[in-house]
Nanobody, 115 residues
Framework: QVQLVESGGGLVQPGGSLRLSCEASGSIARFRVMTWYRQSPGKQRELVAQLNSGGVPNYADSVKGRFTISRDNAKNTVYLQMNSLKPEDTATYLC?????????WGQGTLVTVSS
């Protein structure tokens, strides 16, 4: 069973940048859609960025122009580059991998944007 492990979270000041990584323990080539979600206490889980097998990204309106999702199948890793971070970006960021047969979730990495 492939497992997903997120990393790269931490404390950053408003306006700063972070790059999150989602590394799989096996090949991600069979996962057609890779997605980053985020969740804050008391809020619903929110889709942040999604990348399909055709390489077409989709972003939440709140992060368009600031976040970039990418995948490196050779490294079995999906990235989320986050620039111009705002306090409202504070959340636990979770990685999701979806194929025709299964869906996997990572444990999440906490991002805190605060001065």
């Amino acid at each position: 069973q492939v497992q997903l492990v997120e990393s790269g979270g931490g404390l950053v000041q408003p306006g700063g940048s972070l790059r999150l990584s989602c590394e799989a323990s096996g090949s991600i080539a069979r996962f057609r859609v890779m997605t980053w979600y985020r969740q804050s206490p008391g809020k619903q889980r929110e889709l942040v960025a999604q990348l399909n097998s055709g390489g077409v990204p989709n972003y939440a309106d709140s992060v368009k122009g600031r976040f970039t999702i990418s995948r490196d199948n050779a490294k079995n890793t999906v990235y989320l580059q986050m620039n111009s971070l705002k306090p409202e970006d504070t959340a636990t960021y979770l990685c999701n991998a979806a194929s025709m047969f299964d869906t996997l979730w990572g444990q999440g990495t906490l991002v805190t944007v605060s001065s």
